[in-house]
Structure formats: C-alpha cells, structure tokens
C-alpha cells in the first residue's frame, strides 16, 4: 500500500508523528487510508518536540499578531499565521491558499436574549472563501497532499466539503474527485464543485454510503484522502479555536458550541483546546458541546445508551443535509474531547433548527441550516442549566446563508412544516416575498402595512 510519508520530497521537518487513537502506536508515515495499520483505528497528528522544547506562550501570541500586517502569502492565511502549531513545511511556499480562516467574530445581542445569557458569539466560518469552516482544514490537507506528489484528491461529502476541496484541488494545479449522495446535497454546494472543475459523482446511496467507497477507492488507486479521517484537516481546523482565543484577547469563553455531522470539527476545536492549554496560551478550558439534529444524532444516542463506548448508527434524516450523517467516522475523537473540557452533547428538532436560523438572521448574520443548530441547542442547554445565566458562548456558524438557499425560501414561503404545530409558531419569523404590482401605490400602501 502507498504511503504517505512525513519524509516523501517536499515535506521537511517532521516536527510530528501520526499517533493511533486506540492503541496509541506512533509513526512518522501513514498508509493512504489513515488508519493505523495495527487496530484500524484512526490516527492524530502529535508533536513531540513540545514535551522537550515547550514553545513561549507570550512569543507565539505576539509572532502570530505581527503576522497579521505582513504581506507575505503564508502570513495572510488565517492557517498558516499558526504554521507554530502545525505539521511544518520544508518551504512556505508549499502553500496552497486562498487567504482563508481570519473570519469575524460577531455578537449577537438578540439571540442571547433568546437565549437567556448575557454574551453570545458567533464565529462566523460561512465567511471563509468556499462559504464554509472546510476551508481552514482544506488548505493543509491539499497543500501535504502536493508535497506527498498525489495527482488526484478525493472526498465524500454532504457539500460543502467536496465545494472547499474542488477549490483546493483546482488552486494547487491537482484533480478533485467527489462523491455526493444524490439528491441529498443543496445545488449551491453543487455548483462549487463543477465550476472549480471536479469530477463530481452523485450516487445513489446516502453521505455514508459515499465515504465507505472513498474508503476502499483510497486503499486500491493513488487517490488521497480528503475527508477529516485525514488528520491533516483536522489540523488546519483547530486554528479556528486559536483564532477566536485571539479575537477573545485569550479570555476563554465559558461554552463553544458546535454542530456535529462526522464530527471531525468538533474533534479539532477540542484538540486545539488541550493544546493551547497544554502550550500555555490559555489557563482555563471553555466547554465544548456538540448540538446533532434529532434526525442524525448518532453521537448523542451513543453517549447515553453505551457512554461512549460503542458507536449507534443511525438512518439519519433531516434538512440540514449538511449533517445527515448516521455514522460519524470521528466518533470516538469527538467523544473524548467533550469528556476532557467538560462539555455535552444535544439534539435539536427541525422546527428548533428552523426557527434559530430565522432568529440568526433576524441579526443580519445568515448562516446554513446545520450551524443554526448551535442556537437551538444552546437555548436546550440554558433551560437545563447546562449553561448558566452569567455565562459567555460562542456558536460555530460552520457554513454561509447562500449554501442552502430552498431552505431559506421555503421557510419564509411557509412551504416547509405546511399545516404542522410548527408552522403556527414560526409564522411571527417568517418574512415572504410580496408580490405586487409595479406602481407607487402598491408599494406604499404595502409601506403602510408594515409601519
Ligand atoms: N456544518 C456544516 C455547514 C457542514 O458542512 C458540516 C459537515 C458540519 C457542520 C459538521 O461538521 O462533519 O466536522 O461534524 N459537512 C461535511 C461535508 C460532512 O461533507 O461537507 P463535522
């Protein structure tokens, strides 16, 4: 089989070593299918030269503060600004980027009156150039993947993964292969991934479906793996959490809340954490809690009925199609890094999800069905006491407003939840298009009735 080297032409340092999560045997390779070749088990990335030489907290915080005014490609990547904290490149000019990560972090007032706390956050990854957080672990798994010489990448998405690796691949002169289950992925994701130039194959099975073949297609042709069972996603994805410690001036929030499809983000934005713990960047850890839909809450059922122990697929139904996943491959990592910082898991119906969409736009700040769910598990989560009245929190909005537009304009229509107790209790969020006649009066006396 393959391998995929730290030590393959272009890939310098070896400042880590890919650790099984299972049986904990290091390598400085892995096969093309990351998973360790002993148990099967997926791999993390780790670095050892931080137990002997642990980098300065203060000189890391002020290196990547600085980098935000260079000019330099490397430096303008929200990514790579924290290269300090990433497998290294022989050479920086390596990079395969689109000037990703460096969002916005917005507050948003009225949800935490919604919501019942005083502060409540958004770090808005939909403002990432694909439209979605993929971006931040797109950029370090494409640019090993050229080091490594792979021609070919390859994903199985719900979207917006296979949208950030088609741009990914297309930027660093690769070809994308993408497989989506058909029918179950919005048209805009879609659209990405033609128009970056993917061979895009929709096909007739669901997202887990799709991922069990890339899994064999990576163990019998040189196609590397794009999804975040690649360890070197999850790495550009933690930078999310050192950004928004960044943004926070390193005061840690009491709760980050993300949504949880295969749960790689949720993985990533936990281990970022530890990290910054572990480096000395932060003191205290901020809760992590995952929020699932009712319809794919593989991890929420497998943590009560079995603590975590054993994984309970589900069929998983919902229209946040960006989390119908039954069968999330980062399971066990995500499992882990709720337990170390304390957080929980929740599940949130469609008319929840719906309805915190509505209340985050509602603030200027659209964002796709599956980050709403943030909102909605947190308003859970406060009712339970999980969150206290005092308490800060950040939601993860994972992907832009413009992913999944038939959402949108089925629930403002009122086409979506038709007749349902739902549809009564959403009506006062709803905001249809008004079709008139084009004349002055028209518009006016439409004027009027909304005054
Ligand atoms: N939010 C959005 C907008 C997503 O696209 C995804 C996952 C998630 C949340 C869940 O993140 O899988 O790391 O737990 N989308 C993947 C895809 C599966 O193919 O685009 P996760």
């Known amino acids: ?21 299972a049986c904990g045997k290091l390598s400085a390779a892995a096969c093309q299918d990351f998973r360790c070749p002993n148990c ?117 998405s719900t979207g917006n ?40 194959c929709q096909l007739r099975t669901d997202f887990d479906g799709c991922l069990r073949l890339l899994e064999e297609l990576v163990r019998s042709a040189p196609v590397y793996q794009m999804n975040s069972i690649n360890p070197f996603r999850l790495e550009g994805q933690k930078t999310l959490a050192l950004e928004l ?25 936990g281990k970022a954490l530890l990290e910054m713990r572990e480096l000395g960047l932060i003191s205290r850890l901020p809760r992590l809690s995952v929020i699932q839909a009712e319809g794919a809450n593989a991890l929420w059922r497998t943590l009560r009925e079995t603590g975590g122990k054993r994984l309970i697929r589900v069929a998983a139904e919902t229209r946040a199609t960006a989390i119908r996943i039954g069968n999330p491959a980062s399971w066990k990592k995500a499992g882990r890094v709720l337990e170390a910082t304390g957080g929980t898991c929740e599940q949130v119906s469609e008319g929840e999800i719906a309805e915190a969409k509505a209340e985050i736009g509602a603030e200027g700040i659209g964002c ?28 993860v909005l994972t992907g832009n407003l413009l992913k999944d537009p038939d959402f949108t304009i089925d629930f403002h229509r009122g086409e979506m939840f038709r007749g349902g107790d739902e549809a ?28």
């Open 245 to 269: 410690l960044e943004q926070l001036a390193w005061h840690p929030p009491d709760h980050i809340i993300v949504p949880g499809g295969n749960l790689g983000n949720s993985s990533a934005i």
């Open 40 to 156: 099967g088990d997926l791999l993390e990335i780790t670095y050892p030269a931080w137990k002997e030489a642990r980098p300065d907290p203060s000189a890391l915080k002020s290196a990547w503060s600085e980098r935000r005014l260079s000019v330099r490609a490397a430096d303008q990547s929200g990514v790579w600004r924290f290269r300090d904290v990433l497998p290294a490149l022989a050479d920086e000019s390596q990079v395969i980027s689109l000037r990703e990560g460096n969002t916005p972090l917005y507050e948003l007032p009225r949800c935490a009156q919604v919501s019942g706390v005083p502060r409540v956050f958004a770090k808005h990854q939909g403002m990432n150039p694909t439209g979605s957080f993929k971006d931040t672990g797109m950029t370090v798994a494409a640019t090993f993947a050229r080091a490594a010489g792979f021609r070919w990448v390859a994903c199985a």
């Open 424 to 451: 009564q209790e959403l009506a006062r969020l709803r905001h249809p298009p008004i079709v008139l006649d084009a004349s002055l009066d028209a518009v006016l006396r439409t004027l009027e009735q909304f005054n």
């Open 1 to 21: 089989m393959a391998l995929v080297t730290g030590s393959i032409a272009g890939i310098g340092q070896e400042n880590f070593r890919f650790r099984c999560i």
């Open 368 to 395: 796709e069905p599956a980050s709403a769910v943030t909102l909605a598990g947190l308003k859970k989560l406060r009712k339970q006491g999980f969150v206290k009245a005092e308490e800060t929190v950040v939601l």
């Open 161 to 200: 993964t296979s949208a950030s690796m088609a741009a990914y691949a297309a930027r660093g002169g690769m070809r994308g292969l993408v497989l989506v289950p058909e029918g179950k992925i919005s048209w805009s994701k879609l659209s990405q991934a033609l128009d970056y130039g993917a061979v895009t």
